[in-house]
């Protein structure tokens, strides 16, 4: 028998996602019967890709204003690996035009590391990570997002080293970034 049942699903707002309220039959591991409401943020699903320059061991991150982290009383500005939303495009697809929407490179050798859930208890998003290479030859354009959406995006490259070293100082703190920068120091064997 199924352990949980959705009975229903309520929209409780609707503007950029939707927040909605799912009423759930629970039945626990002790076979107890439980109603539970949970409350879930629907964004969509989104792609990220960490560039890296093997031959300099550097990678291109994106710095821009994230305005949940300022509501938490972080710094706004966060440094991240480039990313964004699907929006009807494939994740393979979308790392590759995020790539070149923000940092005007188009990677080579794009591989596929994992899918994550970022915050499972409550956003629905599901993040599909991957891996490319960039150098001075797959420049295609300026990068720093798409002006019409708002998007004001700075370019960082940094040695890999010193951006491990800023996931240790506490000065890195995006989950899909330290996930994607752990990643290339272990292939590198570090
Ligand atoms: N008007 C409006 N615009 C929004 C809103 N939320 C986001 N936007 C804008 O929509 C654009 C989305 O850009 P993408 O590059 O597609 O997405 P992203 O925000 O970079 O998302 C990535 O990073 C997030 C933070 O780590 C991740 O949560 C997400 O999964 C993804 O990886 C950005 O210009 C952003 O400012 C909103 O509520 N209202
Ligand atoms: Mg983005």
């Known amino acids: 028998m199924d352990r949980i049942k959705i009975k229903s699903v ?19 591991a002790d076979g ?3 109603h539970l409401k949970r409350e879930i943020y629907d964004r969509g699903n989104a792609a990220a890709i ?17 305005f949940p982290a300022l509501l938490n009383g972080d710094p706004a500005f966060m440094l991240e690996v480039c990313a964004g939303m699907l929006d009807g495009d494939d994740p393979f697809t979308c790392a590759h035009k995020e790539a070149l929407e923000e940092t005007g490179h188009a990677p080579r050798n794009v591989r596929k ?9 409550a956003v629905q998003e599901k993040v599909a990570l991957f891996v ?10 300026q990068g720093g997002g798409l002006a019409h959406e708002g998007e004001d995006i700075e370019l960082v490259e940094l040695p890999l080293d010193e951006a491990l070293g800023m996931i240790e100082s506490g000065e890195l703190t995006d989950a899909k970034t330290i996930i994607l920068l752990q990643h290339l120091a272990l292939e590198r064997g570090a």
Request: contains cysteine; hydrophobic residues 40%; charged residues 20%.
């Open 50 to 66: 960490a560039l890296f320059d093997p031959a300099r061991q550097t990678v291109l991150l994106v710095r821009q204003a994230r």
């Open 113 to 121: 590391i994992c899918n994550i859930y970022p915050s499972p208890g």
């Open 132 to 141: 490319g290479e960039y150098d001075a030859q797959t420049r295609q354009a």
């Open 10 to 28: 309520t929209t409780l707002a609707e503007h950029w996602g939707a927040l909605r309220q799912a009423d759930v039959e629970y039945r626990a």
């Open 32 to 34: 107890s019967l439980h």
